[in-house]
């Protein structure tokens, strides 16, 4: 069980001002949406959390230690992070991709074993792209690029998952098995962050939300208070249509 | 551990056969046997030194050399994620070649061209990788591009000397370009250097594999990148520095041996630098014993028989590929 703080947290948006200082608690067992509009710096944030960007004041702690003085392959053990770009310069095959999840874990002597390879295959196989291993990435659709990418934080098992944007890509089907994936991880015990642009799949999956505005200034908290139409509105400088179904707000953008 | 044996093996099997036919093929044909002879300690006097002191020197040489540069080539290719690098396109060969015509134009000779080479290529990675890094990021587009263009401003600089020197030093100045193995009697230095290189590359391969998916990603899976960038780059152009010393400015080893092997083998930096280091050193002595029987007794710059062999195969290889 790994828990994730920041005190005083101002990442670092070039040119803008500091706007509020974060200060968050991600416990075991929970799952938070980050909301904002384009540029509001979600990305930054999710990279910051992860220990890749440096922030402009404050700190992120990891289990109560600054993440800033961990050994990167120690953070890599604990923490995961699904990008929204990815970078195939060469290329390799999807178990290759997925394997890759195991780097933390292997000495550096120490070749992928059968234990690893089966890591992979069971990760592969819940993200439903087992059937094309042997594929090349750079051959593969965005959805099952997408998805080849989660099979690889999968593997790699951290207690702390940080997404960005899971469900890129994804057809209706994978973005609910996406969304159900990540909600296991948390009810398991592990700490679940994704940026999302859908309203929906965050009023239906998240327990806790993070309202990123473009100027900086920010609001969180359980996502039942979070989720108020007019607050909503403002965020997005969009006229939302409310309504109930399945036991969820949904949210439908009006013309 | 299979797949990263067997084509090693092979690979090994062809240097060692490349190696023996650069030994017995020349002005003087030798049997196999007579090689062996002479390898085992016995033969005839005239033997001993032909094969001992002019050969084999020579062709451990071009092995090492072709190891070199193509081991060079791919960590650059790793390094900047791009397979379009290679040591010559980043200006490490210009700034060699710099150092090195400057000897020559000065009536110098032997060591202190090799010396004046190697401090010329490091000059250049230094000034590369100062004006690349500046005073904001580091990218890959733009240690390429700084690269490119120091590489360019040592061209016009080596026209310029070519320009201004006497006629009677343009051809081992020209030699010299086109990457002459002549005068490379040394081969032990290179050898250990590749050796070594082969043996650490491979506690740091895994860590390559996941740097090739970029820096981000590669932190994100605990990957100290900055540091590694450091070690790929310095010990690329150490590496370069070395081969350009031993043998002048070979073009396209670096550019086509990793990716030739890319191709074949996949992209496991494990397999693929030793592979490297084997397959850059077993096309470098075939091209040398092609360079110096050919037209025998002149000899061609092996510079032009590696591209001669090496772009048809190269094209080849890439349109039979998906």
């Not at chain 2, 074949?264 to 075939?286: E, F, H, M, W, Y």
Request: proline fraction near 5%; glycine fraction near 10%; aromatic fraction near 4%.
């Amino acid at each position: 069980m790994s828990r994730l703080e920041t005190r005083g947290l101002v990442i670092d948006v070039p040119g803008r001002a500091d706007g509020r200082a974060l200060d968050l608690c991600l416990a075991p067992g929970q799952v938070w949406g980050v909301l904002g509009p384009n540029g509001a710096g979600k990305t930054t944030l999710l990279q910051t959390l992860a220990g890749l960007r440096v922030p402009r004041a404050g700190e992120v702690d990891l289990d109560g230690q600054p993440l800033a003085g961990l050994r990167r392959r120690r953070v890599a053990r604990q923490l995961g992070l699904i990008f929204q770009e990815r970078q195939d310069g060469f290329p390799a095959t999807v178990l290759e991709t997925a394997l890759i999840g195991r780097h933390p874990y292997l000495s550096a002597w120490q070749m992928e074993g059968g234990d690893d390879v089966r890591l992979a295959v069971a990760a592969l196989e819940r993200l439903d792209v087992a059937h094309l291993k042997n594929r090349l990435v750079n051959t593969l659709s965005g959805g099952e690029r997408q998805r080849v990418a989660i099979a690889t934080v999968l593997t790699q098992s951290p207690q702390l998952w940080l997404a960005d944007e899971p469900t890129n890509h994804l057809d209706l089907h994978h973005q609910t098995s996406v969304m159900t994936l990540l909600g296991e991880q948390a009810a398991a015990g592990k700490v679940v962050l994704m940026c999302l642009h859908d309203l929906n799949l965050a009023a239906r999956w998240c327990d806790h939300l993070l309202l990123l505005y473009p100027d900086g200034e920010a609001c969180w908290g359980p996502a039942s208070d979070m989720l108020v139409p007019s607050v909503l509105e403002r965020l997005y400088d969009q006229r939302l249509a409310t309504a109930e179904i399945d036991g969820a707000p949904v949210f439908v953008p009006m013309r | 551990m299979r797949r990263l044996t067997l084509p090693l093996a092979l690979l090994l099997a062809a240097s060692l056969a490349a190696m023996g036919l650069s030994a017995s093929v020349g002005s003087a044909n030798l049997a196999l046997g007579e090689l062996w002879a002479v390898l085992s300690g016995g033969g005839d006097a005239l033997s001993r030194t032909l094969i001992l002191e002019l050969r084999l020197p020579r062709s451990l040489s071009a092995f090492a050399t072709g190891g070199l540069l193509a081991v060079a080539g791919a960590l650059m290719q790793v390094l900047l994620r791009n397979p379009l690098a290679d040591p010559y396109v980043l200006g490490l060969s210009g700034g060699a070649a710099v150092g090195a015509l400057a000897a020559m134009l000065a009536g110098l000779g032997g060591m202190v061209i090799s010396g004046s080479a190697f401090a010329g290529a490091l000059l250049s990675t230094l000034l590369v990788f100062g004006l690349a890094h500046g005073t904001g990021s580091w990218t890959p587009s733009r240690l390429l591009l700084t690269g490119v263009v120091v590489a360019a401003g040592w061209g016009a600089v080596v026209t310029l000397m070519l320009a201004l020197s006497p006629a009677e030093r343009l051809p081992g100045m020209l030699y010299w370009l086109m990457g002459d193995l002549a005068y490379a009697r040394t081969p032990m230095p290179s050898l250990l250097v590749l050796a070594l290189v082969c043996l650490l590359g491979f506690p740091l391969g895994r860590s390559l594999n996941v740097l090739a998916r970029g820096p981000m990603q590669a932190a994100a899976l605990g990957v100290a990148v900055r540091p590694l960038e450091w070690t790929i780059y310095v010990t690329a152009s150490l590496l370069t520095a070395m081969a350009v010393t031993t043998a002048g400015s070979i073009g396209f080893v670096g550019l086509v041996v990793p990716h030739m092997l890319r191709l074949v083998l996949g992209n496991d930096q494990r397999l693929i630098l030793p592979a490297c280091a084997l397959a850059g050193g077993t096309l470098l002595v075939l091209a040398d014993t092609l360079a110096r029987t050919v037209i025998a007794p002149e000899q061609l710059p092996v510079g032009v028989i590696t591209a001669l062999i090496g772009v048809p195969t190269f094209l080849y290889l890439l349109y039979r590929s998906r």
